[in-house]
């Protein structure tokens, strides 16, 4: 699977979902993240000096060393349906490689966005999970490896603000420039609102999906008559409901919010998929953690 499969068009709102087996549940990770699915062999591993709660040890990887993470233990699932071949899910995203060890893989499902049904954060505690969905009578959650990511190194998922940008507090009102933020995921959204606040951009608006943010800049923007130039979408690519192309493919074809400034902040930045940015005419595109550098692309629109 070092290959992505099939290429799906830029703003269909579709994806392709990779089932894993852990204790004989189904979990979901997006098939743009997997790099390449390996067969696990603990003789392989090498453990930590200090162990890291989840993470197994390093493994050689294409001549790199990448860590390699227990998905059972981090989610705290008791593994009771022993697996004679598990696998490892090498994934890349964040600039990072990294192995997830599961015990076995299901099939990869072509789907809508639309079907993936996003968790009540208030209700449920789900951190590890963005959503869930139902596909031939199994359930299956949809798993945050950023969050996990988060927990364990901080750094591959946001920035510290450079004192350079702090300084340029005193010199740039960034307070003038409205913010649109769309991320499902609730660390991610915390960590990137906080960040920006610290430098100055303290007019921001958080949405979970790029459903609810179209609908909020299609009544906010509706007559067409407000000026654009202090407005900017910043949205991550995979959500629910609606996914990050999609949503600016919608606002780009609209006659109203067309001008809108559209970043593509996501941790899926590459040739392929700054190709599918590009398709839906985004007007630049941003990996994370690269906080520093959508900092700069928003001070450009201060000016």
């Not at 994806?15 to 979990?27: C, K, R, T, Y």
Request: one cysteine or more; charged letters at 25%.
């Amino acid at each position: 699977m070092s290959e992505k499969g099939i290429l799906l068009e830029s703003g269909t709102n579709e994806m392709e979902l990779l089932a894993v087996l852990i204790n004989g549940q189904s979990f979901g990770i997006n098939v743009v993240k997997v790099q390449s699915i390996q067969q696990y062999d603990p003789n392989l591993i090498t453990a930590l000096p200090n162990k890291v709660p989840g993470v197994l040890g390093m493994l050689l990887y294409r001549d790199r060393t990448i860590p390699v993470m227990d998905l059972a233990q981090i989610l705290d699932i008791e593994v009771t349906h022993k697996s004679e071949k598990e696998i490892i899910v090498v994934t890349e995203f964040n600039n990072a490689v990294n192995g997830f060890k599961v015990q076995g893989v299901k099939r990869i499902f072509r789907l809508s966005w639309k079907d993936l049904v996003p968790f009540d954060q208030a209700i449920w505690n789900t951190d590890y999970f963005t959503g869930s969905v139902d596909i031939e009578e199994d359930q299956i959650l949809v798993i945050d490896l950023e969050h996990i990511l988060s927990n364990i190194f901080p750094d591959l998922i946001i920035e510290d603000i450079n004192e350079q940008n702090l300084l340029k507090i005193e010199d740039i009102a960034r307070d003038q420039l409205q913010i649109i933020f769309a991320d499902d995921s609730p660390t991610i959204r915390k960590g990137v609102s906080n960040a920006l606040k610290s430098a100055g951009f303290s007019n921001i608006t958080e949405f979970v999906d790029g459903a609810q943010a179209l609908k909020y800049l299609k009544i906010k923007f509706s007559n067409g008559e407000q000026n654009l130039d202090k407005v900017v979408l910043i949205s991550d690519i995979e959500m629910p409901r609606m996914d990050g192309l999609s949503l600016c493919r919608n606002v780009k074809q609209d006659k109203n919010l067309r001008e809108l400034f559209v970043v593509m902040f996501s941790s899926l930045i590459n040739k392929q998929m700054i190709a599918k940015c590009e398709g839906v005419q985004a007007d630049t595109y941003v990996t994370k953690p690269e906080t520093n550098q959508l900092i700069k692309l928003l001070d450009e629109r201060c000016r």
